[in-house]
């Protein structure tokens, strides 16, 4: 008996003895690299500092950021902290190559859009680790990049890596409201060209396509919508509510806004959009795959197109569009409209004329009462060609860590500060490195963003090694 309960004594202990060492392995397995570390420690710090657009600080962020660079050995002549307007800042850091080839450009905004934290289920402005994410406000967009960016940089300076260019790393302010005080971006390229002048631009805007886990597209932004805005009025001279106007102002505007409602701008492809045509219908289903190719193709299908024109996101894509998106009308519940507005936001194809995009909406609405005026600039954004250099470098290296996924150069209905970089004449291609499933890529801008912890390392090293091969060098 006694012999019996040491045996089950001692193959208890076994058990437990074998569950720790496992325990300990699976740990190890875990633990981070020195790199790692230093970029979990940079995220982390960027993540905490809250830079929200209207009432945060990327001053103190990229002062922050600027201080984590010289400590590594970046001379003061090679890290600029500007702060162009209270509580702003943007930074522009540069390692040096050997200067036979023209620098490569990585740009990362670190302003966030709010958050509120009672909408959250963790605090926003603080990284928090779980079921395998990080979550906050910004882990996805922008400050993974932000912090892949300075950390890479030290990476390559503690190697002794001398590219065959110069690499500069811009992260900027104001990303999320289209720099519309002139004081992220805009400011750089007006009053520092000369700091972030190169061949071309890695930035935001393509990512990693995860469908149950699997890698499956790495897609190249190449080219972005123009976003302009437009005001649309109705003036009348109103009156008491008791003796009604056949000339509401109100109606007159509503009628309008239908007939745009109606109203479709042509198809217009690029060489983006028509090889993103093709090469997505492998991932759609029979009659959507057919209708992706025969658009692709010199020929479209007009059925064709209208199926596609059905989704909002293959639509898009098709064509310019133009959506009215605030009303405001009336003084008083017992008086005629003195004035009646409308703002109608345009997403303009990039090869098309702005002031023919106002002189469609002038004809479309058709009545010369209602006035149409643009509301502020709007930045040409010239496509980004199809370079073979680049791309062969992003499958390259992105087969290395995804074997599976296409590679596919895409067009984005929205907006990044790449249209300003285009505009200057710096081609750019937004290509994060970063793998989301697309519920989790819904989540940026709303409740509890967040990413894949795997991910979050996964698309450093991707970026680490892309930046590598396009700057040359050993």
């Not at 905490?48 to 003061?76: C, S």
């Not at 197109?305 to 310019?320: E, F, G, K, W």
Request: aromatic residues 6%; negative net charge.
């Amino acid at each position: 008996m006694f012999q019996k309960a040491q045996r089950q004594r001692l193959a208890c202990f076994a058990i437990a003895l074998v569950v720790i060492l496992l325990a300990r392995a699976s740990f190890a397995a875990e633990e981070l690299t020195a790199h790692q570390e230093l970029l979990h420690d940079i995220y982390k710090e960027l993540i905490e500092i809250d830079t929200t657009t209207a009432t945060g600080d990327t001053k103190a962020a990229v002062e922050a950021m600027a201080a984590r660079l010289k400590a590594a050995g970046f001379p003061d002549d090679d890290v600029h902290a500007f702060s162009p307007a209270p509580r702003k800042g943007n930074l522009v850091a540069r390692l040096r190559g050997s200067g036979a080839r023209k620098p490569i450009l990585l740009v990362a905004h670190i302003d966030v859009v709010p958050a509120n934290p009672a909408d959250w289920s963790v605090e926003p402005f603080r990284l928090t680790e779980k079921d395998g994410y990080f979550y906050a406000r910004g882990s996805a967009d922008q400050k993974y990049m932000a912090a892949s960016h300075i950390a890479n940089l030290i990476r390559y300076k503690q190697e002794g890596f001398k590219p065959e260019r110069d690499i500069i790393v811009a992260l900027e302010t104001d990303e999320e409201i289209f720099d519309a005080d002139g004081v992220g971006m805009h400011w750089l390229i007006r009053n520092h060209r000369d700091l972030i002048d190169a061949e071309f631009a890695l930035n935001e805007g393509g990512g990693v396509s995860l469908r149950d886990g699997k890698a499956i597209k790495n897609s190249v932004q190449t080219s972005e919508k123009i976003p302009v805005s437009y005001q649309l009025t109705v003036r009348n001279p109103g009156g008491h509510s008791a003796a009604p106007r056949k000339d509401n102002a109100i109606y007159r505007l509503a009628e309008g806004l239908v007939r745009l409602s109606k109203f479709e701008f042509p198809v217009n492809l690029n060489d983006t959009t028509r090889l993103y045509f093709a090469r997505s219908a492998q991932f759609e289903n029979e009659q959507t795959a057919a209708d992706l190719r025969t658009t692709a193709s010199d020929q479209p299908d007009p059925a064709a197109v209208a199926r596609l024109s059905a989704n909002p996101s293959y639509n898009a894509i098709l064509r310019t569009t133009c959506v009215a998106t605030m009303l405001e009308a009336g003084q008083a519940i017992n008086a005629l409209p003195q004035l009646a507005s409308a703002k109608v936001n345009c997403r303009v194809m990039p090869n098309e004329s702005i002031e023919e995009v106002k002189a469609t909406l002038t004809r479309v609405l058709a009545d010369d009462q209602i006035v149409v005026t643009q509301i502020g600039p709007a930045d040409p954004s010239p496509p980004s060609e199809l370079n073979e250099t680049i791309l062969g470098a992003v499958e390259k290296v992105s087969h290395q860590l995804w074997p599976d996924a296409v590679i596919l150069p895409v067009m984005i209905a929205g907006a990044t500060d790449g249209a300003f970089l285009r505009s200057a004449g710096i081609p750019t291609y937004g290509n994060s490195g970063m793998a989301l499933e697309a519920s989790d890529g819904a989540r940026i801008h709303g409740r509890d963003e967040r990413v894949p912890i795997k991910s979050f390392y996964q698309g450093n090293e991707y970026l680490y090694r892309l930046v590598k091969a396009l700057s040359g060098g050993g």
